[in-house]
């Protein structure tokens, strides 16, 4: 059998397995790398968020503290009052300065530079607590800053003005490219500082996400968000935007441990595929693979009267082709088949193909076929399918068919079961014989075993004929008087030349088969021509029976 890489590119179990060598554990491997730099990054993503909330935290502390005091003297504006807003804006970074101002936005009292001017202030005044606008243009001061304020006495509010640059300083530092933050604003919707670029979806997305409960989520196409808020002060909330890990980008930063893996899937998959290579290219894959695909086809070689010439049965020989050509040949395959226990399946498969072909009025009613058994493979499932095949096939019984057991070492183990069925088989009117017999080490071990009814001289004595000094040629004498002394049926094999012929009928051999009288034939063709040849011998005794009459 031809040895090829085309047979294992054909086996999808090779080729599947190859790709999960290939793909799974490079999949896993990519899967898990994502994975870990993905909570990495969510770890570096909630340190970050924490750390920039707890700092604004802590100056909020100090700014409210700050604002609680003005509101003690809130009652008057005097140069005292100016004098520990300086102080208070020189001991808070970040703070630009303070201010009182009325129900009406006015301010009262400042230690701004200019005094003069309205505020735009987003709560009432009875609202208690402190509380945070967004970032904005203040005019009355010319910054961009945002203004903290709580309730004074007397229906003021008590302000302060943070500076936008220094909020933007209090922002955590050391994100990566492409990330950012923003301190935001959750009441008023508004973001007081931000880190980074953002858009405007990023920022509607941020409005829209904070107050949700989720701690982080997508935002648009591949940009995730998470945010905190503060249990301190409700209305201050951090949010960081993040481009997740990708596969391309953890792989990058492991190409050495990358590069390795490959490597490994590599050989993984390449040893599998050798080892397929080797395991679908063995006879004994190839088998299971022509069974399954239905590649073994019978042939038929006829058993012909050397004294008539007429036929009188036929081997049936087992032929393996794909695709129009030969895969291997029966001294190949059988002793395959044998081995691999798939002989009986292999039999059985050809036996009924036969049998279904030649079934309803073909065969002759003296007509056999010979079936090949391996004696090993005789069993009670042997026995119980040949006598189903005969009840299924009426046009068969036990006169039209014959078993050749093949001289192979019959295990001990076997021996008594193989005597049984076949003593069974017997019974039943079922005729045994020896196969290519002389060619094995058991020959004679059979005629105890098997008491057999029929004895096939292998070709390699036939073709001895033609050398009569050599030892095949006096074997052939001597398995000829052996059998004739057993009063067996003789049938020689291979016979191919008229001198072959002439030596065998000398010695009252009768049977043979072979090229000189027929080579074997495809099932279709043998069915004709046991048909045509039928019906050529009974014109011939018709003729005889007619001569016989018309001479008396």
């Given amino acids: 059998m ?10 999808w179990l090779s080729i599947a397995v190859a790709l999960a060598l290939l793909l799974i554990p490079f999949s896993s491997y990519s899967l898990m790398v994502l994975a870990v730099d993905h909570q990495q990054k969510q770890t570096q993503v909630a340190e970050l968020t924490e750390e920039t909330l707890s700092n604004f935290e802590i100056v909020l502390d100090h700014l409210n503290g700050a604002l609680i005091n003005l509101k003690i003297a809130s009652d008057h504006c005097d140069a005292e009052t100016r004098n520990l807003m300086h102080r208070l804006s020189y001991d808070l970074p970040g703070v630009e300065a303070f201010a009182m101002v009325n129900q009406f936005n006015e301010v009262r009292c400042t230690n701004w530079l200019r005094n003069l001017g309205n505020l735009s202030l987003d709560l009432p005044l009875q609202h208690s607590g402190l509380h945070l606008s967004g970032e904005e243009y203040i005019g009355l001061v010319g910054k961009t800053g945002v203004l903290a ?41 508004k973001h007081i500082a931000m880190n980074g670029l953002l858009n405007s979806g990023e920022i509607a997305q941020l409005e829209q996400g904070l107050g949700q409960g989720d701690p982080e989520f997508d935002v648009i196409e591949r940009r995730s968000l998470m945010t ?54 063995s006879i004994e894959y190839q088998i299971q693979v022509g069974l399954r695909q239905h590649e073994f086809e019978p042939e038929l070689q006829p058993i012909v009267d050397m004294e008539t010439g007429q036929w009188v049965g036929a081997e049936m020989l087992a032929r393996w082709r794909r695709a129009g050509r030969t895969v291997a040949y029966p001294d190949e395959f059988i002793p395959a088949a044998e081995a691999s226990r798939r002989i009986k399946t ?45 009840e299924q096939y009426p046009a068969f019984n036990t006169n039209n ?29 079922f005729l045994f014989g020896l196969d290519d017999f002389g060619t094995g080490q058991s020959g004679l071990e059979y005629f105890s075993n098997l008491s057999p009814d029929f004895l096939k001289i292998d070709r390699r004595f036939v073709n001895a004929i033609d050398s009569p000094e050599s030892i095949d ?26 001198q072959e012929r002439d030596w065998l009928q000398q010695q009252g051999i009768r049977f043979a088969q072979g090229w000189y009288y027929e080579k074997a034939l495809p099932l279709p063709i043998f069915r004709q021509r046991l048909k045509d040849a039928s019906m050529q011998f009974q014109t011939r005794s018709d003729d005889l029976v007619d001569a016989v009459t018309e001479h008396s």
Wanted: no cysteine; net charge neutral; hydrophobic share 40%.
């Fill in 2 to 11: 031809k040895v090829t890489w085309l047979n294992t590119l054909r086996d």
């Fill in 228 to 281: 905190q808020t503060s249990l301190q002060y409700p209305s201050v909330s951090v949010g960081y935007f993040y481009n997740p890990p990708s596969y391309l980008s953890a792989l990058q930063q492991r190409l050495p441990e990358v590069s390795l893996f490959i490597a490994l899937s590599l050989l993984a998959a390449w040893g599998w595929l050798a080892y397929r290579h080797n395991k679908v290219n």
């Fill in 473 to 498: 040629f006096q074997l052939l004498k001597t398995i000829v008087q052996l059998a004739q002394s057993l009063n067996l049926i003789i049938i020689a094999e291979g016979v191919e030349t008229e």
């Fill in 346 to 390: 292999l039999t059985r498969v050809l036996t009924e193909r036969v049998f279904k072909s030649l079934d309803g009025g073909t065969l002759p009613d003296d007509f056999y076929i010979s079936i090949n058994l391996s004696p090993n493979h005789v069993d009670e499932r042997t026995e119980s399918a040949i006598v189903a095949l005969a």
């Fill in 401 to 429: 068919i014959r078993f050749e057991i093949t001289e192979h070492g019959l295990q001990e183990t076997g021996r008594r079961r193989f005597q049984d069925v076949v003593s069974r088989l017997k019974q039943q009117g």
């Fill in 149 to 189: 304020y709580r309730p004074g006495s007397e229906n003021t509010l008590i302000v302060s003005l943070i500076s936008s640059t220094y909020l933007r300083q209090a922002l955590a530092q050391n994100i990566p490219i492409g990330d950012s933050i923003v301190l935001f604003n959750s009441f008023a919707r």
